[in-house]
Nanobody, 123 residues
Framework: QVQLVESGGGLVQAGGSLRLSCAASGRTFGSYGMGWFRQALGKEREFVATISWSGDNTYYTDSVKGRFTISRDNAKNTVYLQMNSLKPEDTAVYYC????????????????WGRGTQVTVSS
């Protein structure tokens, strides 16, 4: 069982930056692929970024490439999402997710989810 708790969300102006953190419980964190997803008001949840258990393999949705960076610190059981050059369309609740195995872009591949953290980007 893995429990995930996101933090770091907030209100930021367009062009600004935020760093989201996802703290995970459990001694097997280092064996889990991790992902960040987001859900804007009235829209479906969508993939943002994913990282392999080792941290050396990442993948991003096109709209955040070059602006967002996913990383992890297995010693701290934490995964991060550094978000730069934020845009109003990045406004959403951001969720952290974990799966036993490699990284994935598919929502249904993930076994554990956090409750989310709100990111609001003002224009």
């Amino acid at each position: 069982q893995v429990q995930l708790v996101e933090s770091g969300g907030g209100l930021v102006q367009a062009g600004g930056s935020l760093r989201l953190s996802c703290a995970a419980s459990g001694r097997t964190f280092g064996s889990y692929g991790m992902g960040w997803f987001r859900q804007a008001l009235g829209k479906e949840r969508e993939f943002v970024a994913t990282i392999s258990w080792s941290g050396d393999n990442t993948y991003y949705t096109d709209s955040v490439k070059g602006r967002f960076t996913i990383s992890r610190d297995n010693a701290k059981n934490t995964v991060y999402l550094q978000m730069n050059s934020l845009k109003p369309e990045d406004t959403a609740v951001y969720y952290c997710a974990a799966r036993a195995g490699g990284r994935s872009i598919r929502i249904n591949d993930y076994d554990y989810w956090g409750r989310g953290t709100q990111v609001t980007v003002s224009s």
